[in-house]
């Protein structure tokens, strides 16, 4: 399943973040899901669980916002937000248009309990 690959290498970042500031739990995670990233916040959901599983943010709330798509005109270089089934140009109309944000998921923020002791790290 790919969006538990996913979940995993976020957690890996997460992890890192939790114990580079000795935090000893992680309250809630922030993502920002691009439309076209291919990864299915549904499935993303139900991975989720499988993923924090016995790690620091065992207890974590996962909130997913989801990204604009934001592409720019081959031919006249404007930057649009666009819906993902049109993928054109706001200022020209052209379809020739590059995708430059929305089709990565990006880990926004991560809430840290920095109040206890951090977990043996050992
Ligand atoms: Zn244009």
Known sequence: ???LSVCLSLMEQ???IAREHGASSVTRIILSVGPLSGVESELLRHAYPLA??????????????SADIVVRCSQCETETT???NKLLCG???DYRTRVISGDELTLMSVELD???EPPDTR
């Open 82 to 84: 666009v819906v993902p």
């Open 91 to 93: 200022a020209c109309g």
């Open 14 to 16: 997460v992890e890192q």
């Open 52 to 65: 924090i599983a016995g790690t620091v943010a065992a207890d974590a709330e996962l909130v997913m916002e």
């Open 1 to 3: 399943m790919h969006e």
């Open 114 to 116: 920095t109040s206890g």
